[in-house]
């Protein structure tokens, strides 16, 4: 299939600028990344660059508004370490990526320790954690379940600040839940969590994010091994959990999903969408605008 060079494209009648900023392929961005493989998901600091989860290529990239390298003359790429079932020198494949800026999820390597800024989900059955402290190049192996009985196949990431403290939130595609570390990475098992009785069979969450204080859980139809999505239309659910993991809704269902992964609220200022819940699929490329409490189906992105 022949590939398009994209310039930025404007859709006038909701206001909406599509900029391409990089791409492994020369010629389809402003700017040219070989480690820009298969990118997943995208974390920030209040006032730091984009830092991208290269499931591809087993790294984190790093890069400004620009979509270069938000320090001049430098290129940070954060290698991302393999799981215990896999070749030393292979790195890790990873999904989701969230900041922290609390003293919890340390990370120690070297005779050296400092709390996680950066946590990454693998694929692999992996979270890794990084601080510049510990290693400026290398995410540090936090939990491996990669061997374990039930398996881990972590699609992604969410952090939240609770009462009771500080937690990670995995998505566990391969066993159909939702696996929560408490600010030492040790496992919480919460009878019940995360259950949804009304979802198909072979569904399982695809993703997790902390939006306002609640959870918002993306479902995908599991492949025959539960290692990948099966990809169609109408093949996707999105559920809201509060923080202990009940249940709070069914969002949305089937519909325009096809593998549902991306989750943002959009700002004030996003035209005709604003303020509402943006959910972009795995499955089509598409994003969808969902209204944040009823879960109505507003429209999609056109050319987005």
Not at 117 to 143: H, S
Not at 181 to 186: G, V
Request: charged letters at 15%; glycine letters at 12%; aromatic letters at 10%.
């Amino acid at each position: 299939m022949p590939l398009e060079s994209l310039e930025d494209r404007c859709l006038l009648a909701s206001g909406f600028l599509q900029t391409n900023l990089v791409a492994d392929t020369p010629g389809l961005a402003r700017v040219t990344d070989p480690n820009l493989i298969n990118p997943w998901g995208l974390a920030f600091s209040p006032a730091g660059p984009f830092w991208i989860a290269d499931g591809g290529t087993g790294v984190s990239t790093l890069y400004n508004a620009a979509g270069q390298s938000p320090v001049p003359g430098s290129s940070l790429v954060v290698q991302l370490p393999p799981a215990g079932v896999e070749l030393s020198g292979t790195a890790g494949a990873p999904t989701g990526v969230v900041f922290n800026d609390g003293p919890s999820f340390q990370v120690a390597e070297g005779g050296k320790s400092a709390p996680s800024l950066f946590l990454f989900a693998t694929e692999d059955g992996a979270i890794a954690g990084w601080n510049p402290r510990v290693d400026p190049y290398r995410a540090v192996l936090a939990v491996d379940n990669s061997a374990s009985a039930a398996g881990a196949v972590y699609t992604g990431l969410a952090l939240a600040d609770t009462p009771a403290g500080t937690f990670l939130y995995a998505a566990n595609f391969h066993t159909g839940t939702i696996d929560v570390f408490d600010q030492d990475f040790h496992p919480v098992h919460g009878a019940g969590a995360f259950a949804d009785p009304s979802l198909p069979a072979g569904y399982a969450p695809f993703n997790i994010q902390d939006l306002g204080g609640r959870l918002y859980v993306t479902y995908a139809l599991q492949d025959a091994a539960r290692q990948e999505d099966a990809a169609g239309p109408g093949h996707g659910f999105l559920d809201v959990f509060d923080l202990q993991g009940h249940r709070l809704q069914r969002l949305a269902s089937q519909g325009p999903l096809n593998s549902p992964w991306g989750l943002a609220l959009a700002p004030e200022d996003f035209g005709a969408f604003r303020n509402d819940l943006l959910v972009g699929n795995f499955g089509d490329g598409h994003i969808n605008a969902f209204d944040p409490a009823t879960g109505a189906f507003l429209g999609r992105l056109q050319d987005a």
